[in-house]
Nanobody, 126 residues
Framework: QVQLLESGGGSVQAGGSLRLSCAAS????????MGWFRQPPGKGRWDVAL????????HYADSVKDRFTISQDNAKNTVYLQMNNLKPEDTGMYYC???????????????????WGQGTQVTVSP
């Protein structure tokens, strides 16, 4: 059974930084897309950052470009999300995902991903 274990959430003031980690158990063949979605309080889940672990291709939501960086450690089967200059609107539950590419890319369609972590809370105060 695929397991995605997240860590690194917490509470920070605006302008601060956090680093999220997602360690994956053995993934099915072809599950090259890993990344993060987030769910603000009372809202749906939206993409944050995605990584194609086969070629290093990345996608970032416009709201986090130039502030967040997604990276991988292949030896540890782990992806990271470095979050800098955090804003109150970044507050939410952050979920790690893993799945196959859709039409050759790591889609932002939330319903596409079969494998989800349990979530880690990020709270940014003004």
């Amino acid at each position: 059974q695929v397991q995605l274990l997240e860590s690194g959430g917490g509470s920070v003031q605006a302008g601060g930084s956090l680093r999220l980690s997602c360690a994956a158990s053995e993934l099915p063949d072809g599950s090259d897309c890993m990344g993060w979605f987030r769910q603000p309080p009372g809202k749906g889940r939206w993409d944050v950052a995605l990584l194609d672990i086969s070629n290093g291709g990345t996608h970032y939501a416009d709201s986090v470009k130039d502030r967040f960086t997604i990276s991988q450690d292949n030896a540890k089967n782990t992806v990271y999300l470095q979050m800098n200059n955090l804003k109150p609107e970044d507050t939410g539950m952050y979920y790690c995902v893993a799945g196959r590419p859709l039409a050759g890319t790591c889609t932002v369609v939330v319903g596409w991903y079969q494998h989800w972590g349990q979530g880690t809370q990020v709270t940014v105060s003004p």
